[in-house]
């Protein structure tokens, strides 16, 4: 059972895999997503389902000052060091 404290990896593997698959950055990684993007999904709604979780996960990720961790996540997906 995960919880709070014990977040799903599966999440943040999501956020440097997963393509954004509509809209103005369609086929752009969601990690790579600009943050204006996000604040705007904040403000209009965030969509529904998984892709509406994973944005708001990465909204929070990236105002927290936490954005370093995807970027070495990516980094360790692609294999470089």
């Known amino acids: 059972m ?7 990896p ?13 809209g103005k950055y369609k ?7 600009p943050v204006s993007y996000l604040e705007w999904f904040g ?5 529904d389902g998984k892709l509406g979780m994973l944005l708001q996960t ?3 990720i990236q105002m927290n000052g ?11 997906e692609s294999g470089r060091p």
């Open 58 to 60: 990465l909204l929070e």
């Open 10 to 22: 599966q999440v943040l593997l999501s956020l440097v895999r997963m393509k954004m698959p509509f």
């Open 27 to 33: 086929d752009t990684v969601l990690c790579d997503l």
């Open 43 to 47: 403000r209009k709604g965030f969509p």
């Open 66 to 76: 936490l954005g370093e961790l995807l970027v070495t996540l990516k980094k360790m």
């Open 2 to 8: 995960l919880d709070a404290l014990h977040p799903d």
